[in-house]
């Protein structure tokens, strides 16, 4: 059956764990080897969230503003919080993890806004050496070899299990992340997987090529993966296969969720046309492979990779050969510019880079050490049938909303050379806490203000575990930053306000991580209320609550073995996208913003950043604690 809620996909998951752990008979694999027992997601205690709230929101707020937020939690705290607050902990009694179902749909499902740049990050690899379409198709085979290598880890359950200091972390979201797919609604979209201890797992690969998508049949007839030379003998003839540019079907997945809500339903009555599009549902994930590039300016090289992985380059370039609903898309395009885009829904960003690094790492071994499999199928091309003329009409609107949006991405990528990780550390400092503190000083550098940020704190040590937020801005960073901005105190003294505002941000990460962040919290307060037929809590009407969830700088840390850039898009029209992988002597990192938004400029931000990072070990290194 195609369409299958995900509540119940969980729970026989839950079901198939506890089989496996109980009957000696079934295989259990060290991936889930613990999963059963890691701790649920608790709830914290109210009190605690609205002091750690009032505290998040003083630096952002007037003081009238203020003494009006503190009357709201005051009531809130009376009634109806403990109410909800008891609902709350019972939903946690009775479900796996009370905020997955919920997060899923309310941060993924029912957003209706095109999950291109919005929704959808894309990563770019560091540059590879092939040149011609012969090295680029190589390239691709061996990557996908590398890929079908990987997943035989995630279907024998081999993978480690991926651990945070000595906590275990649940391992659900990569056994999701190469069987999953979004399929539009026009209320809410659905999300389906097929996972590879089911009946009749995916076996196969879609390739995209020239707009047009082609069926890979990735094993033989025993079982066993196709060696690297087959796979690059069907990557051959697909491209001989499709020397024209096709009808550019992958565009209206770029669209507004409802729009193409209505497109795909028109789809789906064509027979064909379904089968095509189960094709690409059913797939282990999309390999596209990109004809041409947009040129680009000297040093801005590894920016332009960034939006082709991000969102393709327009209609003239690469957005049609994509097919984004789908979790997993390697992107493999002309001169080495490669890399990948997955859609949200399923994963964040550690198990998709997890992926990557095994991948690259296959990749640059020499020896092709593959066997040949024995019946082999030929590629086929998938078929659609667009003669319904409303069809015909979205594609030339999906293709004029793309190239607008596509206009409007300001995207910075760049690296910081003068150190990495190393400097922080051999300060006795928290790398990721002093990063932020460099975007909240970049930030009120250029703005004189202090602004609501995200930082993803995972919450992957429970069952199930998603994300929270870290709300790096706080009253320590705002004194922080107006302290480096003021030329009359000394470095020891602006070396002072940095290491409190450092640890004070390291505290809120080790509370966000262990369950006891605030926001999810407040969201799950607020969905128990509606679930229960109760009014939106004034709390959550309040400026304070819109003036710290409206994120001016969007920010997750996603480090890599490798040279690799996740990028997105900001959040509000008028923000910042960061995306930050430090390594031990640089920091690579990726800045977005809208042109439309006449106050934001990625490049400006990039600077203050640069800036910032060099101010900041200026004063450590003068001060007297860094020289004892």
């Not at 005051?74 to 179902?101: I, M, V």
């Not at 082609?214 to 079982?223: K, R």
């Not at 203000?449 to 960073?477: H, M, N, V, W």
């Not at 505002?501 to 999810?520: C, M, P």
Request: net charge positive; charged share 25%.
């Amino acid at each position: 059956m195609l369409r299958f809620a995900r509540v119940k996909w969980l729970h026989r998951v839950s079901c198939n764990l506890q089989k496996m752990q109980t009957n000696e008979k079934l295989f259990v694999g060290r991936m889930f080897s613990v999963q059963d027992s890691l701790p649920k997601l608790p709830v914290p205690a109210l009190e605690q969230t609205l002091q750690k709230y009032l505290r998040s929101v003083r630096p952002l707020l007037t003081d009238e503003e203020y003494a009006k937020t503190q009357k709201i939690v005051e009531d809130f705290n009376r009634d109806p919080g403990p109410k909800l607050q008891t609902l709350l902990e019972k939903r946690a009694q009775r479900e796996t993890n009370w905020l997955s179902d919920w997060w899923t749909n309310v941060a993924y499902l029912e957003f209706r806004q095109p999950v291109t740049v919005n929704v959808s990050p894309g990563v770019v690899f560091p540059k590879q050496n092939y040149t011609d379409k012969e090295g680029q198709l190589r390239f691709t085979a061996k990557l996908i070899s590398g890929l079908l290598d990987y997943k035989k880890m995630i279907d024998q359950q081999t993978l480690p299990v991926e651990k945070m200091g000595k906590q275990s972390l649940c391992m659900m979201q990569y056994y999701k992340i190469l069987c999953g797919c979004r399929i539009p609604g026009k209320k809410k979209d659905t999300w389906v997987c097929y996972p590879p201890d089911e009946a009749n797992p995916p076996r196969h690969l879609v390739i995209a090529h020239n707009n047009a998508f082609f069926f890979l049949e990735c094993y033989g007839s025993d079982n066993q993966p196709l060696g690297t030379e087959q796979i690059y003998e069907q990557l051959k003839n697909i491209v001989n296969q499709s020397n024209e540019p096709d009808v550019p079907v992958g565009l209206l997945t770029t669209e507004n969720r409802n729009k193409w809500a209505k497109a795909y339903e028109l789809l789906a009555k064509d027979k064909e046309s379904k089968a095509s599009l189960e094709i690409l549902q059913r797939s282990i994930c999309a390999i596209c492979i990109d004809n041409k590039l947009p040129e680009s300016a000297p040093g801005e090289e590894d920016s332009t990779a960034a939006k082709m992985m991000l969102h393709g380059g327009g209609s003239q370039f690469n957005s049609a050969n994509r097919w984004f609903d789908k979790t997993l898309q390697f992107i493999v395009g002309p001169n080495g510019v490669c890399g990948l885009n997955y859609e949200h829904t399923t994963a964040e960003g550690p198990p998709i880079i997890s992926i990557v690094d095994h991948v690259l790492d296959y990749c640059s071994k020499n020896a092709d050490n593959s066997t040949k499999a024995p019946g082999v199928i030929p590629p086929r091309k998938l078929k659609f049938n667009l003669s319904f003329p409303a069809l015909k009409e979205n594609l030339e609107e999906a293709a004029e909303n793309l190239d607008s949006m596509v206009k409007d991405v300001d995207l910075t990528v760049f690296k910081f050379t003068e150190y990495g990780k190393n400097f922080p550390k051999s300060q006795k400092l928290s790398p990721d806490s002093y990063l932020q503190m460099a975007f909240q000083l970049a930030y009120f550098r250029l703005y004189s203000k202090p602004c609501a940020t995200y930082e993803t704190a995972s919450l992957r040590q429970f069952q199930l575990g998603r994300t929270d937020t870290i709300r790096s801005c706080s009253i320590e960073s705002l004194e922080f930053s107006k302290g480096m901005m003021d030329p009359s105190l000394s470095k020891q003294k602006k070396a002072e306000l940095l290491r409190k505002a450092v640890t004070g941000h390291k505290n809120y990460v080790a509370e966000a991580v262990k369950g006891q962040g605030i926001d999810r919290h407040l969201l799950g307060l607020k969905l128990i209320a509606l679930e229960n037929n109760m009014k939106v809590p004034a709390l959550h009407m309040d400026v304070a609550y819109s003036l710290s969830s409206h994120h001016n700088v969007s920010t997750s840390q996603v480090p890599a073995k490798y040279e690799a850039c996740l990028v997105f898009g900001p959040t509000v029209p008028d923000g910042y996208g960061v995306c930050y992988n430090p390594q031990e002597k640089q920091v690579i990192l990726g800045v977005s913003a809208f042109n439309c938004c006449p106050e934001t400029d990625s490049k400006r931000f990039k600077d203050s950043i640069q800036q910032s990072l060099l101010d900041m070990k200026s004063v450590l290194e003068g001060s007297i604690q860094s020289k004892l």
